[in-house]
C-alpha cells in the first residue's frame, strides 16, 4: 500500500503535465555580466584575426604598386572600386522576380551611374585633359567642345535617363520601380559623388590622396588591435564590436601617425607634385614652402639635459595633424553608419569579395567620408587662391568660341610685343 502511494506520478494522479517554465533572466544576466571579458577571451577571432590580416597584406601591397604606378593608374583603380562598390549596392534591395519583369531596367541604373561619372570627372579633370591634347588641333577642338557643353551633356542624358524610367513603368510595379530610383539615386550621391573627390585629391598631389587614405587604413587597424587585445566597454549599439579602448587608442595612434607619415611622404617629389596633364612620366617640380624643411627651437620647452635643442618640421606636418583629427574623431562614423545600414536590411557585410572583410563596401566606408574633408581642407586652407595659367586656359576654352579665342591670342601677342 504504503509502495503504491510512494510510487505513484502526480501527474497520472491530476491527468497533466505541467512543465517549469524556465527562466531566460538567468543565462542572459550571467552574459551580460561576462561581455566585457568575451571581448577580450573569444577565441574564435583569432581564426578571423589571421585570415583579415593575410587579406590586409595582399591589398595594402596592392595598393602601394598603384601608388607608385601614378596618378592614371590611381584614377583607374579608385573608378574600379566605384564600380564594384555600386554593384554590391545595386543587387541589396535587387528581387530576382520583379527585375526578369523589367528588362533593361538594371541597364537604367547603370545609365545613371556612368552619367554621374562623366558629369563629376568631367569638372574635376578637364584643366589636365586640356593640357594633354593641346598639341593636338583636331582633338583640341573636339575636347574643347566637350568641356564646354559638359553640363548640358550631362543634362540631357540624365533627363534621357528619365524618359526612360517613365517610359518603362508597368502596373502593379510601380513601388518597386520607384524605390529602385530612389536607391539609384542615393548610391549615386552617397558612393560616386563623395568617392570621385579623391581623384580631385590625387592630381593636386599624390600626397592629399594618399595621406588621408593611409590615415583610414591606420585607424582602422588600430582600432581592430587595441579593441582585441583591450576591448571590453562596448561603444556604440550599432556595431557590438566597437569598443572605446579600441577608439581611444586608434585615435592617438592616428594623430601620431599623421604628423610622422607626413613627414615621410612628404620627402618624394612624385607623391607632392601636382599633375597638371594627363601623362604617366615622372614629376620633377619645386615642393613648394609646405614641403621645405623649417627649424624650431626646443629651448624653453625641454630640460637642459634633453639631447635635441632643435627639430626640423614640414609645415605640411601642422595640416596633417587637422586631417589625423578628423580622420580619427569623425571619419569613423561613416563606418557607424555603414554598420546602422546593414541592420537596418539583416546584413553581416555588404559583399564577399575581400576574405575577412567582406565587401568593397566595407572597407571604403569611411574613406568615402574622408575623401570630401581632404578635398574640402585642401581647397580652404592649402591651395593658394590665385590663378594659374591652367585655370585661366581652360576658362577661356569653357566660355570663349573659336573667333573669341583666336581675338584674344592676337591682342596678347600685340600687347606683349608692345611691353617689348
Known amino acids: 500500500m504504503n509502495k503504491d502511494v510512494g510510487s505513484s506520478n502526480p501527474t497520472e494522479i491530476s491527468g497533466r503535465v505541467r512543465h517549469r517554465k524556465r527562466s531566460t533572466e538567468g543565462p542572459h544576466d550571467g552574459n551580460k555580466g561576462n561581455a566585457a571579458d568575451l571581448l ?25 604598386f598603384v601608388i607608385y604606378m601614378g596618378h592614371l593608374y590611381i584614377w583607374a583603380m579608385i573608378v574600379v572600386v566605384q564600380i564594384v562598390m555600386a554593384k554590391e549596392l545595386f543587387n541589396l534591395r535587387r528581387q530576382a522576380n520583379e527585375t526578369r519583369r523589367l528588362p533593361w531596367f538594371r541597364a537604367l541604373n547603370w545609365h545613371f551611374f556612368f552619367t554621374a561619372m562623366i558629369f563629376f570627372y568631367g569638372r574635376f579633370v578637364s584643366r589636365q585633359l586640356v593640357n594633354t591634347v593641346s598639341s593636338d588641333k583636331l582633338l583640341y577642338k573636339l575636347v574643347s567642345g566637350l568641356i564646354k557643353y559638359q553640363m548640358v551633356i550631362c543634362y540631357f542624358l540624365y533627363i534621357a535617363g528619365f524618359v526612360w524610367f517613365i517610359l518603362t513603368l508597368k502596373k502593379k510595379m510601380y513601388k518597386y520601380q520607384f524605390g529602385q530610383y530612389a536607391w539609384t539615386h542615393m ?192 581647397q580652404s586652407f592649402v591651395v593658394l587662391q590665385s590663378f594659374s595659367m591652367e585655370m585661366i586656359l581652360e576658362q577661356i576654352i569653357r566660355n570663349l568660341s573659336v573667333e573669341e579665342q583666336r581675338l584674344l591670342y592676337h591682342r596678347l601677342a600685340e600687347l606683349l610685343q608692345e611691353r617689348e
Open 187 to 378: 548610391i549615386v550621391f552617397w558612393v560616386f559623388a563623395q568617392s570621385s573627390f579623391a581623384v580631385a585629391n590625387i592630381f593636386e598631389g599624390i600626397f592629399w590622396f594618399l595621406l588621408p587614405a593611409s590615415l583610414i587604413v591606420i585607424n582602422d587597424i588600430a582600432a581592430y588591435f587595441f579593441g582585441f587585445f583591450f576591448g571590453r566597454t562596448p561603444l556604440i549599439k550599432l556595431s557590438p564590436k566597437k569598443t572605446w579602448e579600441g577608439f581611444i587608442g586608434a585615435s592617438i595612434t592616428t594623430i601620431i601617425s599623421a604628423f610622422l607619415l607626413s613627414n615621410f611622404l612628404g620627402g618624394f617629389q612624385w607623391l607632392t607634385c601636382p599633375r597638371k596633364d594627363l601623362s604617366t612620366g615622372w614629376l620633377q617640380c619645386d615642393p613648394g614652402p609646405l614641403f621645405k624643411p623649417e627649424l624650431h627651437s626646443l629651448s624653453g620647452w625641454v630640460p637642459y639635459w634633453f639631447p635635441w635643442k632643435e627639430v626640423t618640421v614640414l609645415p605640411v606636418q601642422w595640416h596633417a595633424l587637422a586631417i589625423g583629427l578628423f580622420a580619427s574623431i569623425i571619419a569613423p562614423f561613416g563606418g557607424f553608419f555603414a554598420s546602422g545600414f546593414k541592420r537596418a536590411f539583416k546584413l553581416k557585410d555588404f559583399g564577399d569579395s575581400i576574405p575577412g572583410h567582406g565587401g568593397i563596401t566595407d572597407r571604403m566606408d569611411c574613406q568615402m567620408v574622408m575623401a570630401v574633408f581632404a578635398y574640402i581642407y585642401l
Open 40 to 64: 577580450v577571451d573569444d577565441r574564435n577571432k583569432y581564426k578571423s584575426m589571421r585570415i583579415r590580416i593575410h587579406s590586409s597584406i595582399w591589398m595594402i601591397g596592392g595598393f602601394v
